[in-house]
């Protein structure tokens, strides 16, 4: 297997290899089933990192090895320390996410064209910056609204949340009516095949 940079974390050809070889593996994506609808590894299962969150106990049953994948690698990192809390082990992060592995030529599935919840952050900010700049010539106070967004982020960077994604997984666009309910995935996680 390839060399990756950490014990918690797997890289594409490491992930490739296990796939390849046909090893048991799970591949969990974190991400908001509209980012998962757009794009996903094949084979992968979506458990969004909110409804990781929102479960009392996480009790994985099978010893298979679980790597969770997201955009870029930083909700992952935050499902396998709330996973590792709850007792799991055999957990690896995707460094880079579904967006380093679709660079790195990995086989993608593709569905809608919903942007990744990164740009549609930087989208939003960027606009509400924007609006509050350019708003505050003829009403001086409005800037605020982009002080306010500076704060948002910086709170957002420091403490490895992001509220604003959390809005924005709620649009319509970011929840497929075709999508599968995240609850029914748990069991991939958890149970033995």
């Given amino acids: ?19 390849d070889d046909g090893s048991p593996v799970r591949v969990i994506d974190v991400r908001t089933p509209g ?11 979506n458990l969004p990192l ?14 298979e090895p679980i790597v969770l994948a997201c955009a870029s690698g930083a909700r992952a990192e935050q499902a396998r320390n709330l996973l590792e809390s ?3 082990t055999r957990l690896r992060v995707l460094s880079g996410g579904v967006s380093r592995w679709e660079q790195d030529g990995g086989a993608v ?9 990164e740009r549609q952050v930087r989208l939003t900010a960027g606009l509400l910056v924007l609006t509050g700049v350019l708003s505050s ?4 106070p ?16 420091l403490s490895n949340t992001c509220a604003m994604s959390k809005v924005l997984a709620l649009l319509p666009h970011n929840r497929p009516k075709k999508a599968t309910d995240p609850q029914s995935a748990l069991p991939t996680l958890t149970d033995r095949r």
């Fill in 50 to 63: 909110d409804v990781l969150r929102a479960q009392e106990n996480v009790t994985v049953r099978h010893d």
């Fill in 86 to 88: 709850s007792g799991a």
């Fill in 142 to 157: 409005l800037k605020w609204i982009a002080g306010f967004v500076g704060g948002g982020l910086t709170f957002a960077a």
């Fill in 137 to 140: 010539i003829a009403f001086e």
């Fill in 109 to 117: 599935e593709r569905g809608s064209d919903v942007w990744p919840m």
């Fill in 35 to 45: 980012e998962f609808e757009a794009v996903h590894i094949p084979g992968s299962v």
């Fill in 1 to 19: 297997m390839s060399t990756t940079a950490s014990p918690t974390t797997l890289d594409t050809s490491g992930l490739k290899e296990l796939l």
